[in-house]
């Protein structure tokens, strides 16, 4: 599941960088995209884990967090990548998933 993972993160990276292509940034878009889509992909459907409590909380917010990179890559795509508004605004939706991914996996369901 997680090299499905790799090739719909590559597939929709290249969609991304397709509707950006012409525009200024648009590699950087198609990459930063790849390694966002990528990050709450494999969480959601390439991972198992021990504790399916754990398991369901964590494939639907990185689910959430999936839709929410996608829908702002595309955005960012169709209207034009300005460099530091997009590394920004991705950059801190990456990080807040990431951070809260990390506190999850101490989540102790008994």
């Given amino acids: 599941m997680t090299i499905a993972c790799i090739v719909m993160a590559g597939l929709l990276s290249y969609w991304i960088y397709d509707i950006a292509n012409g525009r200024e940034n648009d590699i950087l878009c198609g990459i930063l995209s790849s390694v966002c889509l990528l990050a709450t992909l494999i969480p959601m459907v390439g991972l198992q884990y021990e504790n399916s409590r754990i398991g369901v909380n964590i494939r639907v917010m990185s689910s959430v967090f999936f839709l929410i990179l996608l829908i702002g890559n595309l955005l960012f795509a169709f209207f034009g990548i300005i460099m530091p ?3 920004i605004v991705i950059g801190l939706i990456l990080v807040v ?3 809260v991914l990390y506190k ?4 102790n369901f008994n």
Avoid: E, G, Q
């Fill in 85 to 87: 508004t997009y590394v």
């Fill in 97 to 99: 998933y990431l951070a």
């Fill in 104 to 107: 999850m996996k101490d989540i």
